[in-house]
């Protein structure tokens, strides 16, 4: 295996705290728009991007849509416990089926004030959905794990009406901010349908309605595959090892329809944020491990795409031995799960461009950036913050050329 070696402080920029966006602007598409193509720099805004994508392109994007993943309890005592849900666990881990559960499931959770929830404690909590009062149970069923189970008095309710009833919006970290009424529709993008997300895939915040009825009348064409994005996605890169550093599994969903556009398209493709880059990218070495007769199951370890090989299929062959083997299982649509970890010393088999926002410091996604741009991830990132761009998960945007 050719792994190469990545030394993490060349991947550091200073990041002021008041370039970090804690709020987003009132209308999504009048954020800034860094456009860089063929080392050329421009700065417009996010509306502009209709001028920019060739009449060929397609577009995909993620549409997976954020959970209200923060749950708080309350003991007796009025300490308060806080839940965030990760990965589901029982009674499947499939997360499309385990939020249309009406029966009690279990999660894998990160617990704030853990030490105060004592062993055997059932924690309540009353919520309103639809007119009714339903109690909400929360059983700490392995600790170390962090295991809980949820369970619900109501049998007609669904854990997503649960969770959308009684949650508060999982806002990032570093935006160091709690929660309000607005962030319930402007931390989702405007074309979000399936549940599962712990974290919005960012840029498509700045897509509109309007936007999408100016691209189509342009020809350009869009499709959607579906990222449930993780907590992983801002985990700080501790390990020594740059490439020891663990990638959280992401559950994928992909149609046959979706893998069906990106063969047929003669044009250029172009991601809608680094989510749906590592879901096309997936795809591809998911159809490697086809050919190469390394199982079914649609599971990519984040080295694997470095594992020495003499020869590589193109896209089309790629994405072709994905549609055979689901035609020979009767199945419209794949899922699966991907850790892919995408740094220097990657080369993209997918696509042509990336839309993304602006990333922290020494992050898997500035990785992610500089497999793009090289060197220039550093001059584009220097142009962004004598621009005044604002940063982060609410701030601009940029359109990125291969």
Known sequence: MQVPKIDLKAYEYTLPEDRIAKFPLKKRDDSKLLHYKNGEIQHLHFFNIVDLLPKDSLLVYNDTRVIPARLIFQRATGAKIEIFLLQPILPTTVIPEIMLSTLPVVWETMIGNAKKWKDGEILQGQL???????????????????????????????????????GEVPLPPYLNRKPEESDKNRYQTVYSEKEGAVAAPTAGLHF?????????????????????????????????EVTDHPMHSEQIHVTAKAIESVIKHQGKIIAVGTTSIRTLESLYWYGVKLLEGKGEELKIEKLFPYETRSM????????????????????????????????????????SGLITNFH???????????????????????????????????????????
Do not use: C
């Open 128 to 166: 309103r959905y639809e007119g009714k009062e339903i109690i909400l149970s929360a059983e700490l069923m392995d600790r170390e794990k962090r295991l809980v189970k949820f369970s619900w008095d109501n049998s007609e309710v669904t854990f997503v009406d649960v969770v959308e009833a009684s």
């Open 208 to 240: 509109t309605q309007e936007i999408f009825d100016h691209l189509a009348q342009k020809g350009i064409q869009k499709t959607q595959v579906t990222l449930h994005v993780s907590a992983g996605t801002f985990q700080p890169i501790k390990a020594k």
């Open 312 to 351: 590589l299929p193109s896209v089309k062959e790629s994405f072709e031995a994905i549609l055979k083997h689901m035609a020979s299982e009767s199945i419209d649509k794949i899922m699966g799960t991907t850790e892919i970890f995408i740094f220097p010393g990657y080369r993209y088999r997918v696509v």
């Open 360 to 402: 922290q410091p020494g992050s898997t996604l500035i990785l992610l950036i500089a497999t793009i741009l090289g060197d220039d991830w550093k001059r584009v990132y220097q142009e962004a913050l004598a621009n005044d761009y604002r940063f982060l998960s609410y701030g601009d945007s940029s359109l990125l050329w291969m």
